[in-house]
């Protein structure tokens, strides 16, 4: 079954204490982007990836990081998690050769930094 | 920048038609979606469309855009206890490397 997969779907945690989002996908996409999505901001693009080792600045990039060693792999990174991050985080993948770059969301992963 | 608009909530009797509006600023999007969102789930591509084109209709749903005033809609005939969801407006830049969001449309369906 064609899906991107987020682990793990809630994360509570402590300010401060280094924590990853994992976020794969099966359908050999080369664009992944992350989202947050916070009530009456809908989704505010975090980091993007157009191909392994390629990777870019959303919106909101501050406090994140993000890696791209394979196609399928790509995770977020709280170095120095702050209560500011809490949010539901999405992960993202799309083809980029042509179409409509329909994007295929991850469930969404819920944290909770206190 | 780019930005996305959209009206934060929308309530509808059953039966009736939901419009839900956007607008949005970036003249040279190439491709406009339409996402639903339903309760504790990530976002699903319901439909979308190609800044070429004025209207494309699949089923029950009705996408219309007007390029000249940068509006887009979706209009779900025949709304069903189902519809019930956020529904999000999204545009990629022609560079296609990013999607710009909408702050979602809460739709809500009374009896």
């Known amino acids: 079954e064609a899906q991107v997969t987020q682990n793990p779907r809630y994360l509570i945690t402590v300010t401060g204490k280094k924590l990853t989002v994992t976020c794969s996908q099966n359908m050999n996409h080369e664009y992944m982007s992350w989202y947050r999505q916070d009530p009456g901001l809908g989704l505010r693009q975090i980091y993007y990836s157009m191909n392994v080792e390629v990777t870019d600045k959303g919106d909101v990039p501050e406090g994140y990081k993000v890696s791209r060693k394979e196609k399928r792999n790509f995770p977020l990174i709280l170095e120095s998690p702050s209560p500011n991050q809490t949010s539901l985080y999405f992960c993202a993948s799309s083809a980029t050769g042509g179409g409509s770059y329909e994007q295929y969301f991850g469930p969404g992963t819920r944290l909770t930094v206190t | 920048g780019e930005d996305v608009e959209q009206s934060l909530f929308l309530s509808v009797r059953e039966g009736d038609s939901s419009v839900i509006n956007c607008t949005y600023t970036d003249s040279s999007s190439t491709y406009l979606y339409w996402y639903k969102q339903e309760p504790g789930a990530g976002l699903q591509l319901l439909t979308y469309?190609?800044?070429?084109?004025d209207m494309k209709q699949d089923q029950r749903l009705t996408v219309l855009l007007n390029k000249k005033d940068k509006h887009l809609s979706l209009r779900i005939a025949d709304t069903q206890t189902g519809d019930s969801a956020i529904y999000f407006c999204a545009e990629r830049d022609s560079s296609a490397s990013k999607i710009i969001f909408g702050s979602g449309t809460r739709l809500s369906i009374r009896p």
């Open positions: 469309i190609f800044s070429n084109m």
